[in-house]
């Protein structure tokens, strides 16, 4: 497989740049509640990097991250997070 995790980190520089004002220093949008572990940038960057690669389902997705891309993502949230976070849409 490519290097998805190079590839996701060099889109979740470009991310970081276009998104200054918009998020805090931890890459989250402002909001009450829990900060989540795997930041709203983060989330953005592997949706983005996940359609770079052509992958339309987030259950190949995941399942690819739990078998070759574990250690890389040690804050990943689960694919049910995944689909009901509100920045990808």
Known sequence: ?????ANFGKILDICKKF??????ER???P???VVP???DLEVIALSLTAEKYSIDSESLL???LEE????D???????CQYNDHPTIY
Do not use: A, C
């Open 27 to 29: 890459g989250n949008l």
């Open 19 to 24: 998104s200054k004002n918009l998020v805090n």
């Open 31 to 33: 909001r009450r509640g």
């Open 62 to 64: 995941f399942s690819l």
């Open 1 to 5: 497989m490519h290097n998805l995790t």
């Open 68 to 71: 070759y891309h574990k250690t």
């Open 73 to 79: 993502f040690p804050n990943l949230i689960s694919r």
């Open 37 to 39: 572990r795997f930041s």
